[in-house]
């Protein structure tokens, strides 16, 4: 081969098809001197070749922007200009292996956050009692003083007694009156369940504090408050499952929150709690009949006082007794009243 002819084959255009920033043209390219010269229909640029590699494909790439390529017609003859860019680098092989797992690992990761209810709801039951007995009784000393009416208690044990289900449940229930103002009760991680004195003030008959008290049972049931507490803590729960007491545990306010579905849940699983024991349900629909008149219901983490109304007033059955009697009730009521 002459001189002349290794020279025109240094420089002779190459056609081919640029792709870059979405865009896709045809271009005509060759090596001029330092420069990679590009030929779009009447437009022509420049860039160094210092910035210009090569891949095993023998496509011409950017080193300075990973999505600029040109794809050439045809394979360059081998004393083309093209194969005297350098080539750019490939991952070894180690890289690619370290590349896919890291995707696997993405992948599996995301599969876990999509499925995360179900992983929880799964998780719940394998948390030991006595992590989770511990960690309801400190959310329980943050609630405020324990009423320690012993008559009191004693009447909301038979009612509790009177409420659980035959069939057992995960953990042990303990029950507690707490002496707030606040017309609420809250199921706690570990079994324990506050009943605030502002419920029982307010209630006009047993039957809603029964009700109420059901309710409660039927989240410890379903492990509602377990299942919050690793959705809000998972790393914190494990910690002290392990024997560590590393972690911070979520605040109260996110135990208090619950959800729409866990609620619905924890109701189905009340009426079913109170026609068992013989208790009507007719208590519950005037206590979320008068929540609703009175505007100050748990609407936002609950179905609507109005549907809760309605689903205990459709359960009403005929023949029910009272769920304490009139000795138990007075007890009840006074329960956080001091004595002596």
């Known amino acids: ?14 056609s081919g098809l640029l792709m870059a920033d979405g865009r896709r043209e045809a271009v005509v390219v060759t090596a001029h001197e330092k420069r990679l010269v590009i030929n779009v229909e009447a437009d022509i640029s420049a860039i160094p070749l210092a910035r210009v590699r090569r891949d095993e494909g023998l496509n011409i790439r950017r080193t300075d922007n990973r999505d600029w390529r040109i794809r050439l017609d045809a394979v360059p003859p081998p004393d083309s200009w093209v194969h005297d860019l350098p080539i750019l680098p ?4 180690l890289r690619r ?9 993405g992948l599996l990761a995301a599969l876990l956050w999509l499925a995360r209810d179900r992983v929880v709801q799964l998780a719940a039951p394998l948390l030991p009692h006595h992590v989770t007995e511990q960690i309801g009784r400190a959310y329980l000393a943050q609630m405020g003083p324990q009423c320690d009416g012993g008559p009191g208690n004693a009447a909301l044990a038979r009612l509790t007694a009177r409420l659980l289900p035959a069939h057992g ?24 369940v506050a009943l605030l004195r502002g419920i029982i003030d307010q209630a006009q008959s047993p039957d809603e504090i029964a009700a109420v008290l059901a309710h409660e049972i ?25 024997g560590s007491n590393a972690g911070d545990l979520a605040d109260l ?9 866990a609620e619905a849940e924890a109701d189905g699983g009340a009426i079913a709690l109170l026609q068992a024991a013989g208790i009507s349900t007719r208590g519950a629909a005037d206590f979320f009949r008068r929540q609703a008149r009175g505007g100050e219901g748990f609407s936002d983490s609950h179905p609507s006082d109005r549907e809760r109304a309605r689903l205990y007033g459709d ?7 009272s769920g304490m009697s009139d000795a138990d009730w ?4 006074a329960v956080c009243r001091p004595t002596g």
């Open 1 to 14: 081969m002459s001189v002349s002819t290794r020279r025109t084959a240094k420089t002779r255009p190459l």
């Open 90 to 93: 490939q991952p070894s092989p």
């Open 97 to 105: 292996m370290l590349l896919v797992v890291l995707a696997l690992l």
């Open 169 to 192: 449940l995960p953990e042990p229930v303990s029950v507690t009156v707490v002496d707030s103002p606040d017309i609420n009760a809250i199921a706690l991680p570990g079994g324990h």
């Open 218 to 242: 039927e989240h410890i049931a379903f492990q509602h408050p377990n299942q919050q507490l690793l959705k809000d803590s998972g790393p914190a729960v494990v910690a002290r499952t392990l």
């Open 253 to 261: 306010t996110v135990l208090k929150k619950g959800g729409k579905a």
């Open 315 to 321: 359960a009403v059955k005929w023949g029910a007794e």
């Open 330 to 333: 007075q007890a009840l009521k």
